[in-house]
């Protein structure tokens, strides 16, 4: 039986669909979710969902009754998911859960002090947390999701270009699906236990780059502006971006600007057996296609 926590987050739904795809019995699969309204496409499925909360630790016990394999999704509380990662683990040893995989974030560069540290250390810190439980494990450090770059770009940034204080940084943009099929793999597999992975693509690319991909599939000319940080938050204020996104957004470009995203890694590639989907393609099936549900 696998559990996958964050069953109604894109990561988590990715994962349980990509169990589905590679023949797992629907029977066998559990999605651990907190609205079951919004699950209804998973239920639909014949996927079994239990409510749970991080916070709420009886919860976790009574969902990873009789669970081998747990799936834990990073939680997006900046400030709370290191006590929430801990209930988890705390209650998958209490439940007897053989096998723990966790979705945590790249950390190929120690660039010492990261811009983006006060984001992505609070899930870092589970690593080891995880590695000192005594449950086998497997991590998966995550680079940075491709679904940002459209984020990070703006709605319109075929007419007004990428504005980003990112330098000529480049990173290893990984699709979420990507990740998703690597962690059903090892959820299929055996080999994996007490390993780490890192989880990037096998070409970095710089925004430069990107806007060149970008201009050549729109046929029209997207221009790269790096302006310095301190003007590239002034202006997002001024165009009524919440601070907070403001910060972030500053953070993940000077930590690209850095470098902290470069990896020469091949592990993910490794783990699906094919090349992951490139930045290129990635671009065109949300700019260019319909059909597009990755943002
Ligand atoms: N590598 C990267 O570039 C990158 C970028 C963004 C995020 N991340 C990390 O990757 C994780 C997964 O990404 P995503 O895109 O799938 O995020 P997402 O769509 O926001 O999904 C996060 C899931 O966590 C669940 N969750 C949050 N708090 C919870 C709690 N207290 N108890 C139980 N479940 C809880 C949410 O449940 P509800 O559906 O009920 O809200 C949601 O299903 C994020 O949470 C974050 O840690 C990485």
């Not at 450090?141 to 980003?164: C, H, Q, S, W």
């Amino acid at each position: 039986m696998i559990l996958v926590t964050g069953a109604n987050g894109h990561l988590g739904r990715s994962i349980v669909n990509s169990l589905l795809d590679k023949g797992v019995d629907a029977n066998n699969i559990i999605g651990l979710i907190r609205e079951e309204s919004k699950a209804q496409d998973l239920k639909a499925k014949g996927v079994t969902l239990r409510v749970a909360d991080y916070d709420w630790y009886p919860t976790l016990v009574k969902a990873f009754a009789g669970i081998e394999k747990l799936v834990l999704v990073s939680g997006r509380d900046l400030t709370a998911r290191i006590e929430q990662h801990d209930n988890v683990i705390t209650a998958a040893k209490e439940a007897g859960v053989k096998h723990l995989l966790y979705t945590s974030f790249f950390d190929g560069n120690d660039i010492g002090n990261s811009p983006f540290d006060f984001v992505s250390s609070s899930v870092k810190a589970t690593d080891s947390t995880i590695r000192k439980s005594g449950i086998p494990y497997t991590i998966f450090k995550d680079n940075l999701y491709a679904e940002l770059l459209p984020i990070l770009f703006g709605d319109r940034v075929m007419e007004t270009g990428i504005y980003l204080p990112a330098g000529e940084g480049r990173a290893a943009y990984v699709s979420r699906t990507d990740i998703a099929d690597a962690v059903a793999n090892v959820c299929l597999q055996d080999g994996h236990l007490n390993k780490a992975y890192n989880i990037s693509n096998t070409e970095n690319l710089s925004l430069a780059e990107i806007a060149s991909v970008l201009s050549a599939q729109a046929g029209v000319d997207i221009k790269t502006v790096n302006p310095s940080t301190a003007d590239y938050i002034e202006t997002m204020e001024k165009r009524g971006l919440p601070t907070q996104l403001v910060k972030i957004f500053s953070a993940i470009s000077e930590a690209i600007k850095l470098g902290e995203f470069q990896s020469s890694s091949t592990d993910l590639e490794m783990l699906l057996g094919r090349k992951p989907l490139s930045v290129q393609e990635f671009l065109k099936q949300t700019y260019f296609k319909q059909a597009s549900t990755v943002i």
